[in-house]
Structure formats: structure tokens, C-alpha cells
């Protein structure tokens, strides 16, 4: 593949850590539409792509990303409202948290002794879970009691290397 002399300037405008896979990517690409020159315009607009890739890997890293387990039990009258609320207004324990940070997962222990749990911070470790809730449900005695195999499923997470914050809403 040739390069024109400017499209090799453009190029090394590209930060040095992806400049190489932006060479192999719009090399690549050209390839595909039969061509055999790059030229500064197919630079620009790999340069482009490339960097709204970076600007969401950035953004990416500074979310803090959280996940409510609540009692399979209690779900079945309660829609979660009451979490969300608090979540979304950061008060009682989603006060610390700031703008970047979301709820990637909202789910029940699956029932007694919480034999969901496992397979789920699993599945969420894979989309970078950070903290995992253990919704108030669980916690409090009142209409219903508090879960009694609620040390077995906390150090089920923490031993995931995912910090775990007791409650929600209360
Ligand atoms: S393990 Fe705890 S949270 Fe899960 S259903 Fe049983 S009582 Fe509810």
C-alpha cells in the first residue's frame, strides 16, 4: 500500500498507542474498496473514528458502574421503584455516587440461598461492574424478615473482587 507524503503526516497526528492499528485499520479498509494509495482525507477520517473511540473508552473509565441484588421474594410485589427513586435523586445509600455513574443490573438473588447470585456478578464483571447494592429488602426486618442468608451472598461478591454497599432506599 502507498502512502502519500501527506497522508504519513496526518498519521502521525494520531496518538502513538493506536497509530499502528489506525495504519493496519485504514490500510485494511482500503484494501477492501480496491484501492492501493492512502491519501490525507482517509487518515482524517480514520483519525475520526479513532477518536470518538477514545473519547468513549475515556468516558467509560470514569463511570462507576452499579448493580441492585434484591430478595426474589419480595420482588414479586415490588416493582424497585423505591431503589431507582433513590438512585436517581443519589439520596441514603446512593448519596456518595456522582454524575458518572450508572446501574448496569437490577436483579433478584434468584431465591433462597441467593443461587442466582453467583452466575450474575459473573455476567456483570464482564460489562465492569463495580459496586453491587444489596437493595434494603434484604436488609430490613418489617413486613418481611431480614434475609437470613445475607453474609453467605455478600461474601459471594466481595470474594469477585466487587465491592458491596448494604442498602438502598432505607
Ligand atoms: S436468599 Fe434472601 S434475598 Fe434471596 S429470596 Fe431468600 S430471603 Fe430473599
Same mark, same amino acid.
Given at each position: 500500500m502507498e502512502w502519500e507524503p501527506d497522508a504519513e503526516k496526518e498519521l502521525d497526528k494520531i496518538p502513538e498507542h493506536v497509530r499502528k492499528m489506525a495504519k493496519m485499520g485504514i490500510e485494511m479498509s482500503l484494501e477492501k474498496k480496491g484501492k492501493n494509495v492512502v491519501t490525507p482525507e482517509d487518515v482524517k477520517e480514520a483519525a475520526s473514528h479513532f477518536g470518538a473511540l477514545m473519547e468513549t473508552d475515556e468516558k467509560d473509565k470514569k463511570t462507576t458502574k452499579i448493580a441492585v441484588v434484591r430478595c426474589d421474594i419480595v420482588s414479586e410485589t415490588c416493582p424497585g421503584v423505591a431503589c431507582f427513586k433513590a438512585f436517581n435523586k443519589r439520596k441514603?445509600?446512593? #448519596?456518595?455516587? #456522582?454524575?458518572?455513574?450508572?446501574?448496569i443490573g437490577f436483579f433478584t438473588c434468584g431465591g433462597c440461598p441467593g443461587r442466582r447470585v453467583f452466575r450474575l456478578v459473573d455476567s456483570l464483571l464482564k460489562h465492569g461492574v463495580d459496586v453491587v447494592h444489596l437493595s434494603s429488602c434484604m436488609l430490613m426486618e418489617g413486613g418481611y424478615p431480614k434475609c437470613p442468608h445475607i453474609d453467605g451472598i455478600k461474601q459471594m461478591i466481595l470474594k469477585k473482587g466487587v465491592k458491596v454497599v448494604e442498602g438502598t432506599h432505607h
Open positions: 441514603m445509600h446512593f #448519596g456518595e455516587y #456522582g454524575p458518572d455513574t450508572e446501574i
